[in-house]
């Protein structure tokens, strides 16, 4: 059964970087032809794209969030990565990694972070 | 402000039939297939829909979908109210990158 664990730091300060892992059970990155993603939830609010990735490191970004945005994969740590640059209030969210087809369906999330945007 | 466009609420009485919309563009829904999601307060989406109107497993048949053109429809049959959830529509653009509409709060009355 495949699991998703996000991990990473619960609040950040205005400016500064979020990063957030997904570590990956049950299943081999390097062996999968799955995509790998992030997906936030402002409180109260839908859904939004951040990105995703493959296991050969191709990316594809949200056009609003790009220039602050970069994802990696660690197939050796079955572990991918988010980073999101000079955070504002406004990046504060639940941030779900997630496992896709290149169709965008997602049956694996994980359980979601809360990520809080403050001083 | 989300690519794809669903009505912020929908509401319907027990055993009633409630459907969804979801519009979007000719570079999104005009091209690709729509999946949708559910999902209760405090916890991660679950996919109910994929490929228009292909049901996971566990899903009941109570729930279907489909597509016409740059429109999206989700359709829930003898609603219940454990049905009362938040749903999103989801699909890709050309750039092979994920889009979500709103979402849809439903309500059970």
């Known amino acids: 059964q495949v699991q998703l664990q996000e991990s990473g730091p619960g609040m950040v300060k205005p400016s500064e970087t979020l990063s957030l892992s997904c570590r990956v059970s049950?299943?081999?990155?390097?062996?999968?032809?799955?995509?790998w993603g992030w997906i936030r939830q402002p409180p109260g609010k839908g859904l939004e794209w951040i990105a995703s990735i493959n296991k050969s490191g191709s990316t594809y970004y949200n056009p609003s969030l790009k220039s602050r945005v970069t994802l990696s994969v660690d197939t050796s740590k079955d572990q991918f990565s988010l980073t999101l640059t000079s955070v504002t209030a406004a990046d504060t969210a639940v941030y779900y990694c997630?496992?896709?087809?290149?169709?965008?369906?997602?049956?694996?999330w994980g359980q979601g972070a809360l990520v809080t945007v403050s001083s | 402000q989300s690519v794809l466009t669903q009505p912020p609420s929908a509401s319907g009485t027990p055993g009633q039939r409630v459907i969804i919309s979801c519009s979007g563009r000719?570079?999104?829904?005009?091209?690709?297939?729509v999946n949708w999601y559910q999902q209760f307060p405090g916890t991660a989406p679950k996919l109910l829909i994929y490929?228009?109107?292909q049901r996971p497993s566990g899903v009941p048949d109570r729930f279907s979908g489909s597509k016409s053109g740059t429109t999206a429809s989700l359709a829930i049959n003898g609603l219940q109210s454990e049905d009362e959830a938040d749903y999103y529509c989801?699909?890709?653009?050309?750039?092979?990158?994920?889009?979500f509409g709103g979402g849809t709060k439903l309500t059970v009355l």
């Open positions: 000719s570079s999104d829904l005009g091209t690709n297939t």
């Open positions: 997630a496992r896709l087809t290149i169709f965008a369906v997602i049956r694996i």
């Open positions: 049950g299943e081999s990155i390097g062996d999968s032809v799955f995509y």
């Open positions: 989801s699909t890709w653009d050309d750039d092979l990158l994920g889009v």
């Open positions: 490929s228009n109107s």
